[in-house]
């Protein structure tokens, strides 16, 4: 039976230096330098992912391969994302395609709702998403961000009920903070960093910079 692993875990393993951990899963950006290189690349990733019957999500682009995996029958990390990254990596240097960690996000769209069940529906019928458990929608294409829905106790006509989670490497988090507030946001809060941090621009729509700190 497979186990899940906390975050923590997966970054502290030995030869995974080039994956960061966003909201459930790991990702990592290899630069190809060529389409044909990363065509070759992807074949390698899925004789490795047919071998040990784990497969991860592979995004091929001229310039370089983002893969991302996660073990969907926990819900999450398990070893067997930190021994085909491992694997993966190994690859990827033989190619000579180098990580490039900077590459690697996720971002979700976080709706504040009073009646979930409401609400949900009609996001589901005008995106064409499917449901996963009783607060989230996915693209069925994984190509979308995630939607995701918070329960509210009670109307707050202040703030936005909708707002952006860009989900970036720990390592990345604070550099990402400053360069918004650079282009003209401000800072809402602080309070729950390094697990995120709340922004606005400079009309108060907001975003909050996350990463997997915290939930370790």
Not at 36 to 58: E, M, S, T, W, Y
Not at 131 to 158: A, C, I, N, Y
């Amino acid at each position: 039976m497979t186990e899940k692993i906390a975050p923590r875990q997966f970054h502290e393993a030995e030869g995974v230096e080039d994956w960061r951990i966003l909201a459930n899963e790991v990702g990592a950006h290899f630069r190809t330098g060529s389409f044909a290189r990363g065509v070759a690349f992807v074949d390698v990733i899925a004789k490795l992912a047919d071998d040990v019957n784990h497969h991860p999500d592979v995004d091929l682009r001229y310039s370089g391969v983002t893969v991302r995996l996660t073990t969907h029958e926990v819900d999450g990390l398990s070893q067997r994302d930190v021994e085909l990254a491992r694997k993966i990596s190994a690859a990827a240097r033989t190619l000579g395609a180098s990580a490039d960690p900077s590459a690697v996000l996720d971002v979700q769209v976080s709706i504040d709702a009073l009646d979930i069940s409401t609400v949900r529906p009609f996001w589901r019928a005008v995106l064409g998403y499917r449901e996963v458990g009783d607060e989230d929608l996915l693209d069925p294409h994984s190509s979308g961000p995630s939607f995701w829905f918070q329960k509210m106790d009670e109307t707050r006509p202040q703030r936005n009920r909708v707002h952006v989670d860009v989900f970036v490497p720990h390592d990345r988090a604070e550099a990402r903070v400053a360069a918004a507030i650079a282009a003209g946001g401000h800072l809402v809060t602080d309070q729950h960093a390094p697990a995120w941090w709340v922004l606005a621009d400079a009309e108060g729509n907001e975003v909050c910079v996350a990463t997997w700190m915290g939930r370790d």
